[in-house]
């Protein structure tokens, strides 16, 4: 069963929203004192990472959006979107075309903001390709949003796609954005989920916690499943929006030893998603017969299902 493009998605709403959380995650970056990386990116390392616009408005837009979003993404969601994940292919289409559908639906004409989506893909791949990186690590860049086509493919909102990601089934921590926003969320305060480990123990690996569902969870299921890209691409992918986890240190404890050489990953991965954005625009029909063959280079099946 394919299912059809809802046609009453605003795509300018959901990126000028996007846009206002990435701000306010450069902002967080920038209060919080940085440390070290395993592999620290050279690309922005001459950047003024202050020249990004006001986050005022940014932040009232942000917060009003989290609140919805934390009162939604329960246990009891999380399980019906992965159900529903699994028993239907949403869209049949290559990697470039979903890149072309995710462009159009997002419509790029907003004046003042911003990149479009296809822009923005090629920018952080570009970058990770000027540093040197691996070519896996280039494909992820290019890819590692397009699970945002769910907002036009059965997701309820803009809060199941976008907007930093949070485990379900546990105590909210107090290192997500807002965690004051969580109260109105049937699980906050349930006998279960409402405790420290919750549904989980410690030491059980991220792979077997259940992330707030939105974008990143479902390209990692798709990805995961059609191609050939090593565990760290994988979890560049899957955790990219996990801020509380790669960027405020918490729920440290549930992790594995595989964990730590995937937090590595992921931390080198994020530089190239929130700081790429003020590198020049990208000519995307010059870039396009290299990404073609490096796309093919990792995903066997040219169509890919979504
Ligand atoms: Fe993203
Ligand atoms: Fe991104």
Known sequence: MTISVQEDRDGQALESLSDNIDAVNILKGQIKK???MHEASEFD?????????????ACD??????????EKQTVAYN???????????????????AMEKLNTLIDESDPDTSLSQIEHL???????????????MQLTGLIHD????????????????????????CAFDKGIIYPDTFKNNPDHGHEVYGTKNGIYTPGCGMDNIMLSWGHDEYLYHIVKDQSTLPAEAL???RYHSFYPWHSADAYTEFMDEHDHKMLEAVKAFNPYDLYSKSDDVPNAEVLKPYYLELIDEFFPNKVIKW
């Open 79 to 97: 399980l019906k979107a992965r159900n529903d994940f699994k028993f239907k292919t949403r869209a049949e289409m290559t990697i470039w075309e």
């Open 122 to 136: 090629l920018q952080s791949a570009e970058a990770i390709r000027r540093d040197g990186k691996p070519r896996w």
């Open 146 to 169: 397009l699970g945002k086509l769910l907002f036009f493919y059965g997701a309820e909102g803009q809060w199941d796609v976008v907007g930093d990601t949070f485990p379900v089934g």
């Open 235 to 237: 979890a560049m992918i």
């Open 45 to 57: 390392a001459n950047k003024d990472k202050t020249q990004f616009r006001q986050y005022e408005d």
């Open 61 to 70: 837009r942000v917060k009003n959006f989290y609140r919805e979003q934390h």
């Open 34 to 36: 940085e440390k070290a």
